[in-house]
């Protein structure tokens, strides 16, 4: 089955760090890119942060520029996001995607004082 599962998510206090992990499987990994999008309750999902397939190049929304960093490790098929100086507007449901449509189950960050 192809499946992109997120983990990592969490409650935790402004400034602190989170990890979030995508556990890819179904198909070919490293031919893909992938994403992380995120989207708060009422807003539209928002890009965050992008990797090529083999994570010589990166992207990122100006939003998280300089505090989240998005990484791969194509022999685990899995792609992480590093998440620092966290803020309450980072509250959101996490999702991973790939560059060929694939959509993981999401995963909730919370940050709050």
């Known amino acids: 089955q192809v499946q992109l599962v997120e983990s990592g998510g969490g409650l935790l206090q402004p400034g602190g760090s989170l990890r979030l992990s995508c556990a890819a499987s179904?198909?070919?990994?490293?031919?893909?890119?992938m994403s992380w999008y995120r989207q708060a309750p009422g807003k539209e999902r928002e890009w965050v942060a992008s990797?090529?397939?083999?994570?010589?190049?990166?992207s990122y929304a100006d939003s998280v520029k300089g505090r989240f960093t998005i990484s791969r490790d194509n022999a685990k098929n899995t792609v992480y996001l590093q998440m620092n100086s966290l803020k309450p507007e980072d509250t959101a449901v996490y999702y991973c995607?790939?560059?060929?449509?694939?959509w993981g189950q999401g995963t909730q960050v919370t940050v709050s004082s």
């Open positions: 990797i090529s397939n083999t994570g010589g190049i990166t």
């Open positions: 995607r790939s560059t060929n449509g694939r």
């Open positions: 179904g198909f070919p990994f490293s031919s893909y890119g």
